[in-house]
């Protein structure tokens, strides 16, 4: 295969033959076919258009950012209301949020309460954004994690 090469099956001598020819290289596309298909390019253009292309897709993609918000077992209302705000605020702005519990001392008998602190915030945040990760203690930490919705 190539521009200015006629399709067809070719011994390998006369690949090469008509690359030289033509000042291009010869690059082997699919070894596992049979015959092995080869296609007669300029391999430095190839390779800058291939290094040019992968550029624009990671300059396209969507950098996630990652929010952390740090509970109590016993927060009451108004920081719990406080903290939720902050994290709609994080949600709405396209931003992943990591909510935890976190148990000091002996705190960490209150394991119950730590989970339904975060059970209610997922709640109260179901229209921002969704669960990714259920609460799951961590040493002295239960974690959730939380994914912004897709804006529709």
């Known amino acids: 295969m190539g521009d200015n090469v006629e399709q067809g099956v070719y011994s390998i001598h006369d ?13 082997e596309i699919s070894p596992n076919a049979d015959p092995p298909v080869c296609k007669v390019i300029d391999y430095s253009k190839f390779l800058y258009a291939l290094k040019k292309k992968q550029k624009e897709m990671k300059a396209n993609a969507t950098k996630m950012e990652l929010k952390v918000i740090r509970f109590g077992p016993q927060t009451d209302d108004h920081d719990f209301n406080f903290k939720k705000n902050h994290a709609i605020k994080f949600l709405e702005e396209g931003a992943k949020v990591k909510v935890y519990v976190f148990f000091k001392g002996r705190s960490i008998v209150f394991k119950e309460q730590g989970e339904l602190v975060l059970l209610r915030l997922a709640n109260e ?26 804006k529709k």
């Open 125 to 150: 945040l179901e229209d921002y954004g969704k669960v990714e990760q259920m609460p799951l203690l961590e040493g002295k930490q239960m974690i959730m994690t939380l994914v912004p919705k897709k």
């Open 15 to 27: 690949a090469l033959r008509i690359s030289e020819e033509q000042g291009l290289d010869l690059v």
